[in-house]
């Protein structure tokens, strides 16, 4: 075996160099890759680098880690992707089926990769997992039994060549499904809806509004309703966990455990006990009033939006990072009305001000510190801040999770600097 990386250095490989792994970094060789009986490579590794193309072109598979490791499983698979709220979905739908008695692995792209799964896979486990379009762009029979796609909007751009590639790897996840699987869609989401059209399985359909058959919300509940009727499954007080994109992935997840098999008791427990995720509209503080949300993980346009559209008035957002692609005026609309002001951080920042500027105020901020106090000073009475960066962190930070560490590490600095403050 050999593991070949284009860094000079990689960390943690000792255990894999004793079992007799050769290493070869500072870039890959070609003549490894044609001598290869089969390639996998790591979720983001693109796909058209020249190695891995003639590689395919000599008839050598080239397949993910996701691919490699669903071969060796005992148990039944529950994939679930989508743009945006898949680590909540994932998260949630695992801790209801636990809590109905299944013996359940929740990982894939969050927590516990699925290869480290394997060992203690069974017949009688589920395995709940999020599937990124890194993954699911290098799988080939991958056959989930539940496979779940929330909603679809341009992503990853800086990743993909296009958008009918991203959209192609998302619609990976239905390809190997049959009439004996399920498919779990949001109905109001109709790019989500085309690209889950052509799959052979059953359909399960959610949404928050939803006029026919399928998972929905009434004034009181979520419901699972069939032939016109409604069967209460959890009560909307039980979402503790603030934002109308929120709830739709507790949705996502009723329909998905209600479809593996869990009772409404069992989902009811999982939603009262559950806080929601770190960095995924994390309330961090509130400091003389001014209520400071993380919600680090909004790594695109459309996840800032709902982010945005989650406070009603006297917002300030703070937004930037490295740009992925997209509209960043599609954000007029929700900022207008709702929100005083736009900090922004990172490379993106003039695309930000060029965008929105018209529309409210937008100020920029050399540093995460920066930004909290300026965003601080900017927010009215009883206001809202909220971190929805529209874009990734790599300009600035190793990934999503440092940098909502680092804003909820600022605030926690300015509550101490406000306290202080009122001491004097």
């Keep these: 075996m050999t593991l070949t990386d284009v860094k000079p250095a990689i960390e943690g490989v000792a255990e894999l160099i004793e079992r007799g792994a050769r290493l070869e970094l500072g870039g890959h060789i070609p003549e490894t890759f044609m001598r290869a009986d089969l390639v996998v490579v790591s979720p983001g590794v693109k796909l058209d680098q ?8 000599a008839g050598i598979p080239v397949i993910g880690e996701l691919e490699l490791a669903s071969r060796w499983l005992r148990g039944r698979v529950i994939a679930v992707t989508g743009t945006k709220g898949k680590s909540t979905t994932t998260t949630l739908a695992g801790l209801m089926l636990e809590k109905a008695g299944f013996r359940v692995r929740v990982g894939g792209n969050i927590g516990v990769p699925l290869s480290a799964q394997v060992d203690d896979s069974t017949t009688e486990t ?3 997992i999020e599937a990124s379009s890194f993954q699911l762009q290098s799988t080939d029979t991958f056959h989930p039994w539940i496979a779940a796609l929330l909603n679809f909007s341009p992503d990853h751009l800086d990743q993909h060549a296009s958008v009918e590639e991203y959209a192609a790897a998302k619609a990976a996840i239905f390809r190997n499904q049959t009439a004996d699987d399920w ?25 928050l509004a939803l006029s026919d058959e399928g998972f929905t919300v009434t004034d009181s509940a979520i419901v699972e309703r069939r032939a016109g009727v409604d069967t209460s499954l959890v009560p909307i007080g039980a979402v503790r966990v603030p934002g109308r994109h929120i709830l739709s992935d507790v949705v996502a997840a009723a329909a998905i455990s209600r479809t593996a098999g869990a009772d409404p008791e069992a989902m009811r427990a999982a939603v009262s006990g559950f806080a929601g995720l770190e960095h995924a509209m994390e309330v961090a503080d509130t400091i003389d009033g001014v209520q ?12 800032a939006r709902r982010s945005i559209e989650s406070v009603p008035s006297n917002l300030v957002v703070v937004m930037g990072g490295r740009y992925k692609g997209g509209d960043f005026s599609s954000l007029a609309e929700p900022l207008s009305g709702r929100a005083v002001a736009v900090v922004t ?5 003039p695309l930000i001000e060029a965008a929105l500027s018209d529309v409210v105020r937008v100020v920029r901020a050399r540093t995460m510190g ?14 809202t801040v909220v971190l929805a960066p529209g874009c990734s962190s790599f300009d600035m930070f190793r990934d999503y999770a440092e940098r909502g560490r680092a804003f909820k590490e600022e605030v926690r600095r300015l509550a101490v600097e406000r306290r202080a403050t009122r001491e004097q």
């Design 292 to 303: 400071f949300v993380n919600d680090s993980k909004a790594t695109n346009i459309d996840a």
């Design 345 to 349: 951080i990172g490379e993106a920042a």
């Design 126 to 128: 589920l395995h709940v």
């Design 370 to 383: 920066d930004a909290v106090r300026m965003a601080f000073g900017l927010a009215p009475a009883a206001g």
């Design 183 to 207: 498919a779990v869609v949001n109905a109001e989401d109709q790019p989500a809806e085309h690209l889950a059209a052509t799959s052979r399985a059953r359909r399960v359909r959610y949404g």
């Design 50 to 57: 020249p190695a891995l193309v003639s590689a395919r072109e």
